[in-house]
């Protein structure tokens, strides 16, 4: 399936498809004097192997011009062959390294074969043992003058500081739809494939910043369809791929399916994906979308995202910062699939706390009970069979009995919004509508704020399920029956204690 990928890997620094990268590398190899050890850290499939091994082509031809080695001589066949013995490739997660390590600290000193230098590869080097980098710093300290090293890791945080310090890092984004689609011309114009240019953005869509993924599917769609791929043929063999990304899956959440973003959830889960990745490349969707949706840049294919315009940009940041706790959660839970699918059905639930459509905010809430969206779905059903539900006083008991839940629930919003709530208890239910009863007029007036209001609303959303809305009205405190509920100084005093303490 690699066929694609390992014919048309880029073989010189100029053919690097990640723009950024290459820019960097072309400025360090114009200095006079180049730093022994590199680190390239970044994803999986998104090319550190292959721009290590162009590197050390670079580095190891004696005929080198300028950023470029001279493709012509033994050395540069070889290195191209992967015949080379002066690049040594170790593979830090097969063995942690030992042998190699052992072998290198008694190799490391001796002159290059044929090349100028000699370059050691390290992949996965954060699986090296203590020992393996301990072995390794030693050499770095006082580096040869003809041996470099490239080093590339995913997990840069599990290499020593004491390592990293001495390491050139350079990172490696997934790639943009524009950078496969360059990377992707080269296949298709060497295996002189017809393919047009929708399907071409497709696939490149398809590959979520993967350029072995883009080959993979080039080189499947291929196998299927001949040198002639046209974008019907293109959508129905990525069909099953392309809803599992996260731009899709984003698009599901924000359009009210939720039914089927859980079940992608679902695939996810038996698919065994990394969900802290899946996370991150979530976010990076979504950071996209919020650009393309401000018109800081321009979407590549606008048929393909029409639902966006009807997003607010609120929406969009809110769904980010929703992802960014989910991010955050993974590390503490150990069922992966968790953080997501809460976050899944937390919109399902409908807007969480400033999470409301433009539409909704427009609307006088207080006193109407809005209408579900369109979008309700069964899992939304599913959650109002849990709401509370009987006769509007059956309902107060039950408001008032969970009214700890939802004061827990709003806490980690604001904590001034839940002194607010001490001081108030809820009287009344009809419907949707919590009435609540508030003690002084300074209170009442606060959570009355727009803003405020909304976050109880999204707390009593979080804590009793379903959709509240509330409305404040003045009433005395029980123990304190006769105390007018007036609006004097007092008042304004007490209140004020009661909030800042
Ligand atoms: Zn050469």
Redesign the pocket.
């Known amino acids: 399936m690699d066929a694609f990928y390992l014919k048309y890997r880029p073989r010189a620094i100029r053919e690097l498809d990640n723009r950024r990268v290459r820019r960097e590398l072309e400025q360090i190899l114009q200095q006079a004097e180049l730093p022994h050890a590199f680190l390239f850290v970044g994803p999986k499939g998104i090319g550190k192997t292959s721009t290590a091994r162009i590197l050390a082509k670079v580095l190891a ?4 011009r300028g950023l470029e ?5 033994s ?2 066949r070889a290195s191209d062959q992967g015949t080379n013995l002066d690049i040594i490739e170790i593979d830090a997660a097969s063995n942690r390294g030992i042998d190699d390590i052992r072998r290198l600290r008694e190799q490391v000193g001796l002159a290059p074969l044929q090349s100028a230098n000699k370059i050691y590869i390290i992949d996965e080097v954060h699986m090296l043992t203590n020992e393996a980098f301990n072995a390794i710093l030693k050499t770095l300290e006082e580096p040869p003058e003809h041996v470099y090293f490239i080093f590339c890791t995913t997990n840069p945080e599990k290499i020593p500081e004491t390592v990293l310090s001495r390491l050139t890092t350079i990172r490696f984004q997934r790639a943009s739809e524009e950078e496969i689609e360059r990377a992707l011309g080269r296949a298709i114009k060497g295996e002189h494939l017809k393919i047009g240019q929708k399907a071409r953005h497709l696939l490149a869509t398809a590959a979520d910043g993967s350029f072995r993924d883009a080959h993979k599917l080039l080189y499947q769609l291929y196998l299927s369809e001949g040198k002639r791929i046209t974008f019907a043929a293109a959508k129905k063999h990525l069909g099953r791929w392309l809803t599992i990304l996260p731009r899709e899956f984003l698009r599901l959440i924000l359009t009210g399916e939720i039914e089927k973003a859980l079940a992608v959830t679902r695939e996810l889960e038996e698919k065994q994906v990394d969900f802290e990745d899946y996370l991150r490349r979530c976010l990076q969707a979504g950071q996209q979308l919020l650009f393309w949706r401000l018109g800081v840049e321009k979407p590549p294919l606008e048929a393909e995202i029409n639902w966006l315009a009807e997003q607010t940009p609120e929406r969009l940041a809110h769904l980010l910062a929703d992802l960014t706790q989910a991010l955050r959660q993974e590390k503490e839970v150990n069922i992966p699939a968790l953080p997501l699918q809460l976050l899944v059905s937390g919109w399902a639930t409908g807007p969480a706390e400033n999470g409301g459509v433009a539409k909704e905010a427009a609307a006088p809430s207080v006193s109407t009970v809005p209408e579900a969206p369109k979008s309700e779905t069964k899992v939304r059903e599913a959650v109002r069979e849990s709401e509370i539900k009987g006769s509007d006083a059956a309902k107060l008991a039950a408001v008032q009995e969970k009214w700890p839940a939802v004061m827990a629930a709003v806490k980690p919003m604001n904590h001034s919004v839940v002194a607010l709530l001490k001081a108030c208890r809820p009287i009344k239910v009809e419907g949707h509508k919590i009435t609540l009863g508030v003690f002084y007029p300074f209170h009442r007036d606060r959570l009355a704020e727009e803003r405020n209001r909304r976050i109880v609303e999204t707390g009593l959303a979080k804590a009793l399920g379903g959709r509240w809305q509330i409305a404040c009205i003045l009433t005395p405190k029980e123990d304190n029956k006769k105390e007018p509920p007036g609006g004097g100084g007092d008042d304004l005093y007490a209140a004020a204690k009661e909030i800042f303490g």
Do not use: D
Not at 61 to 64: D, E, Q, V
Not at 69 to 73: F, M, T
């Open positions: 031809c004696p005929h080198r080695p001279c493709n012509k001589c050395v540069c």
